[in-house]
């Protein structure tokens, strides 16, 4: 089992080591690939190092599965070559997510639709595969109708560069190349990758048009405001949903405390909800805040927490691979 990893010295490829070490993922050799410039630098894993290698001599090497990391013209680039020769592209980018011709995939939720003939998966956006599993075992229970999402997103999902600057900022320091058009210490920015021609931002139109394809809905109706906060990992969302079905607060507790890949933290008297700080590390997606929409019926509150960097991209991306590994064999 070869396995490549397009992007392996950025903030999700290094997370995504970790992730393949802590599972014991069945790799035999492990090929990092990289920008030009750190071709023959050693990447060490496992007790072993391994040059990274140009992309060029990846494809050639025939890998089984190749997991991208490196944004989407890359991705869109170099994807398909890795699936002519036979290599399982798991891309983390959104470049495939929308095409009608690739899988889009929260193992929890839809991984058995994968087949080996599947060269191309993608791996949703962080904000989106937290929402739906959250949402997913009640989506069957209640249909959901409507969904209102504000999320709390930390610097660490626009990558290095983001969190070097408010680093830098907190420490009174010039910022002699910003990530954001505005400081983010002290500070929220309700703005996340480019405003499309609605008023939206591509993070939130994503939000949008993922979810109908992961939970297989094309008429549920989604709205999002997509923030980011000056924290060093882990993604919030505040949730609106309205039900097709009325249903009771106790069962939604048990609902989502058997959710495979949630846990239930929901105890407000004792300060018990999700955080950012506590879901570092982690794959859980945490939710709590549990409580009935008094506006309107058939509608609940919830607030949904996990590591992007985890469940949000490297894990769900290793889980992913290992169906594929099922699926091999």
Not at 38 to 67: N, W
Not at 252 to 266: C, F
Not at 278 to 297: I, M, N, T, Y
Request: proline letters at 7%; one cysteine or more; a negative charge.
């Amino acid at each position: 089992m070869q396995l490549a990893l397009v992007g392996a010295t950025g903030l999700v490829g290094t997370e995504m080591l970790n992730v393949l070490a802590e599972r014991h993922f069945p790799l035999t050799e492990l090929l990092p690939v990289a920008s030009a410039k750190s071709v023959g630098q050693l990447i060490h894993f496992q007790g072993k190092d391994y040059p990274i290698l140009s992309m060029e001599a990846a494809i050639a090497a025939r890998p089984d599965v190749a997991i991208f990391s490196a944004g989407g013209t890359v991705s869109k680039e170099y994807a398909p070559p890795f699936a002519a020769v036979g290599t399982t592209v798991i891309d983390n980018s959104s470049a495939w997510r929308m095409d009608p011709d690739k899988k889009l995939v929260v193992p929890e939720i839809n991984g058995h639709l994968l087949t080996v003939a599947d060269k191309i998966i993608a791996n949703p956006n962080c904000s989106t595969i937290q929402l739906v599993l959250a949402l997913s075992e009640l989506h069957k229970r209640y249909r959901v109708q409507r969904i209102v999402v504000s999320t709390y997103q930390s610097v660490t999902g626009t990558g290095k560069k983001a969190v070097d600057q408010l680093m830098q900022e907190r420490a009174g320091q010039p910022v002699p190349d910003p990530a954001y058009p505005h400081p983010i210490d002290f500070n929220v920015l309700p703005h996340i990758d480019v405003f499309e021609p609605n008023g939206y931002t591509r993070e939130e139109m994503k939000m949008v048009n993922e979810t109908r394809k992961i939970m297989g809905d094309d008429n549920l109706r989604l709205t999002a405001t997509c923030v980011r906060v000056p924290t060093l990992g882990g993604h919030s969302e505040a949730v609106n949903v309205e039900f097709a079905e009325e249903f009771n607060l106790a069962d939604v507790r048990d609902i989502l405390a058997q959710t495979p890949g949630v846990e239930l933290v929901d105890d407000p008297a004792q300060n018990r909800y999700p955080m950012p700080i506590h879901s570092h590390g982690r794959d859980a997606v945490l939710v709590g805040r549990l409580r009935r929409d008094e506006s309107q019926p058939r509608t609940l509150n919830l607030w949904i927490v996990a590591d992007n960097l985890r469940k949000g991209a490297a894990t769900n991306a290793v889980q992913i691979a290992e169906l594929i590994v099922k699926l091999l064999n």
